[in-house]
């Protein structure tokens, strides 16, 4: 079974400073892609970073970075220089084709 | 930039009462998705679509649940009689072609309650 386990239910970072979101997770196919989701109180699922699993460098997109190691099946993602806009539930989600799988969440709280 | 979009972004309904949400995928997209979310859990695989066919559903997803293309663009999601526990956010998303099938476009949501 696959599965994404996201151990941290709550967070808080202030502005400015950097903060980590773990993510591990479990598949045993080769081909796969991870991703991490911004979701505001809207309730919107906003893409933040993609890492292919093919890949061995770490993706980058701005202020957010990721550690992707795969033989431990750790995919963490790292936010520098928070902002209070970062404030949101981030999502952590393994693609198998034709479905996603999707952790728990991590209640990001950025404080001024 | 091209976008999924769904509505209604929020829909209320009795509880035993049919209702259908719409999808609009990104054009040139092939593979057709449904995901819920219930309030302060995580997102949730329903099912997936391809050639105008289920290509894997969930638990969830049971016969109270379908889903349709009526026409070249549109992607709608059934629920025949709803219940309480339906309440829950429902996104829509799509992917393209089979070799980019890993990586999917999320609509905005549709909010349903059900009274």
């Known amino acids: 079974a696959q599965t994404v386990t996201q151990s941290q239910p709550e967070m808080s970072v202030q502005e400015a400073e950097t903060v980590t979101l773990s993510c591990t997770y479990d598949t045993s196919e080769n081909n796969y892609y991870l991703f991490w989701y911004k979701q505001p109180p809207s309730r919107q699922m906003i893409l933040v970073i993609r890492?292919?699993?093919?890949?061995?460098q770490n993706a980058t997109e701005n202020r957010f970075s990721v550690n992707f190691q795969k033989a431990a099946k750790s995919f963490s993602l790292k936010i520098s220089d928070s902002q209070l806009g970062d404030t949101a539930m981030y999502f952590c989600?393994?693609?198998?084709?034709?479905?996603?799988?999707f952790g728990t969440g991590t209640r990001l709280k950025v404080l001024a | 930039e091209p976008e999924v979009t769904q509505t209604p972004s929020h829909q209320v309904t009795q509880m035993g009462q049919e209702v259908i949400l719409r999808c609009v995928p990104i054009?040139?997209?092939?593979?057709f998705y449904w995901y819920r979310q219930i309030l302060g859990q995580k997102v949730e695989f329903l099912v997936s679509?391809?050639?105008?066919?289920?290509?894997?559903k969930s638990e969830i997803f049971d016969d109270q649940f379908s889903v349709e293309r009526p026409d070249g663009s549109n992607f709608t999601l059934k629920i025949r009689s709803t219940k309480l526990e339906d309440s829950a956010m429902y996104f829509c998303a799509s992917s393209p072609d089979r070799a980019n099938s890993y990586e999917q476009y999320f609509g905005p949501g549709t909010r349903l309650t059900v009274t």
């Open positions: 054009s040139n997209h092939l593979y």
């Open positions: 890492q292919e699993a093919y890949k061995q």
């Open positions: 679509f391809y050639n105008n066919e289920i290509s894997e």
């Open positions: 989600a393994l693609s198998r084709r034709y479905k996603y799988i």
